[in-house]
């Protein structure tokens, strides 16, 4: 019962301690054979940006869609722009299938604000 409240504590918004269970479980998938893929969301979305720019964004999304887990650090730091968010939902469902963790100070009930009213799927939960 401790460990499972110490777990808890851990895992709140804002305890900072996310980032290191994330990377936690990435090693211990990458030893069970898994491929692993750690990257700030901040940095992921720059670099989808720049597959705009260049037109290598279809390459560059097939890359992080090929890893078993892709681990996105720091998700919800601030709002999205509509680019963003498109990038972001057409990586997730390319991804289908294959595991994502994301790690966030933000309470999941807090990320709704972070998308822009036409990105979001009409009807889904606020």
């Known amino acids: 019962m401790a460990a499972r ?5 851990a895992l709140r918004p804002g305890r900072g301690r996310q980032t290191h269970i994330s ?13 692993v893929r750690f990257l700030k969301t901040s940095r ?6 720049g597959g705009h720019a260049d037109r290598t964004w279809d390459k560059r999304l097939r890359e992080l869609t090929r890893p078993d887990i ?13 680019t963003q968010a498109d990038d972001l939902y057409e990586l997730i469902t390319e991804r289908a299938g294959r595991s ?4 966030s100070n933000r309470a999941p009930q807090d990320w709704y604000p972070l998308f822009h009213a036409e990105t979001t799927v009409e ?3 606020r």
Not at 5 to 9: A, E, F
Not at 44 to 49: H, P, S
Not at 70 to 82: A, C, N, Q, S, Y
Not at 100 to 103: P, V
Request: glycine share 12%; with cysteine; net charge positive.
């Open 123 to 125: 009807g889904c939960p």
């Open 44 to 49: 992921l979305l720059a670099d989808l940006a």
């Open 70 to 82: 892709l681990v996105l650090d720091d998700f919800g730091m601030r709002e999205l722009t509509t």
């Open 100 to 103: 994502l963790i994301l790690t």
């Open 23 to 35: 990377q936690g479980l990435g090693h211990l998938a990458i030893r069970q054979g898994a491929e």
């Open 5 to 9: 409240r110490r777990v808890r504590r």
